[in-house]
């Protein structure tokens, strides 16, 4: 199974990415992920999850800003940020199982 992560970039604060993550190798549709993000230095934590059919459910500091989905057709999952922080950069990682995405960085500035 391979994850491909990819959306990120430069953002100013109060905007907002989209974030992707392509899945090749698996049964797509019967698949849970996950979104997780890492701060250099710091744990990596988890932010966003989505089950095969599609129950969503996040962080308490993901909450009301960023929604998890999920494209089986296209077999793609994707992060939606809104009202983006500086605090919120970070290497944004894919994730399914024991699977994980090479990580994007998104960086928000202020």
């Known amino acids: 199974v391979q994850l491909q992560a990819s959306g990120g970039g430069l953002v100013q604060a109060g905007g907002s990415l989209r974030l992707s993550c392509a899945v090749s190798g698996s049964t797509f549709s019967s698949n849970g992920f996950g979104w997780y993000r890492q701060v250099p230095g710091k744990q990596r934590e988890w932010l966003a999850g989505i089950t095969s059919r599609s129950s969503t459910n996040y962080a308490d500091f993901a909450k009301g800003r960023f929604t998890i989905s999920r494209d089986n057709a296209k077999k793609t999952v994707y992060l939606q940020m809104n009202s983006l922080k500086p605090e919120d950069t970070a290497v944004y990682y894919c994730?399914?199982?024991?699977?994980w995405g090479q990580g994007t960085l998104v960086t928000v500035s202020s």
């Open positions: 994730r399914s199982g024991e699977f």
